[in-house]
């Protein structure tokens, strides 16, 4: 089955703890992207990445790091959290024209 | 830069009411446009799209036309059920690029 996998799911963190939240395709989608979802604001972009070894920001990508060693894979990283970055966190893999799979999201609070 | 604009929710309707939300783009060249829906906890799905000029996207009884005239893709559905609850979210994408989304519009459906 086609789909976007991200763990955790859930997560609570004090500030400051480096984490990582793991995003997997299995579909072979060269262009991968973050998103963070947050009341009222929609959905931000925060990195995306048109192939392996290739990435680049998007709207807001203070306080985050990604990367891509492999086309299936794009961790999103964040070396030290605040409590602004708490929020609901969406990978999404994407065949062109505009076909895009979203993974169930990971929801993340920092104390 | 491409941007698009629905209308702010949320909106609270009775079962079998005529729903209409409203979408309007800004955008170079010629966008796909689509329309997402997030049910509670759970990720964005792909609910319909269209990707040329006057094009109908359709699925699940919810419709929305490609109108290049007035800039619009406003998604519409005759008679909505309880199950229709969620966040709908209006996006576009013009060639390889990333998605643009609307700040989505939250849709409860009482019985």
């Known amino acids: 089955e086609a789909q976007v996998t991200q763990n955790p799911r859930y997560l609570i963190t004090v500030t400051g703890k480096k984490l990582t939240v793991t995003c997997s395709q299995n579909?072979?989608?060269?262009?991968m992207s973050w998103y963070r979802q947050d009341p009222g604001l929609g959905l931000r972009q925060i990195y995306y990445s048109m192939n392996v070894e290739v990435t680049d920001k998007g709207d807001v990508p203070e306080g985050y790091k990604v990367s891509r060693k492999e086309k299936r894979n794009f961790p999103l990283i964040l070396e030290s959290p605040s409590p602004n970055q708490t929020s609901l966190y969406f990978c999404a893999s994407t065949s062109f024209p505009g076909q895009v799979r979203f993974g169930p999201g990971t929801r993340l609070t920092v104390t | 830069g491409d941007s698009v604009t629905q209308m702010e929710g949320p909106v609270t309707l009775s079962e079998e009411a005529f729903l209409t939300i409203n979408c309007t783009y800004t955008?170079?060249?010629?966008?796909?446009l689509f329309w997402y829906v997030q049910y509670p906890g759970e990720g964005l799905q792909l609910l319909l799209k269209a990707t040329k000029a006057d094009d109908k996207g359709s699925n699940k009884g919810f419709e929305a036309t490609y109108r290049k005239e007035t800039t619009s893709f406003h998604l519409e559905k005759g008679s909505v059920q309880v199950s229709d609850s969620a966040v709908y979210f209006c996006?576009?994408?013009?060639?390889?690029?990333?998605?643009?989304f609307g700040k989505g519009t939250r849709l409860s459906v009482i019985a």
């Open positions: 955008a170079t060249g010629y966008p796909s």
């Open positions: 579909m072979n989608h060269e262009y």
């Open positions: 996006a576009l994408s013009s060639g390889n690029t990333p998605l643009v």
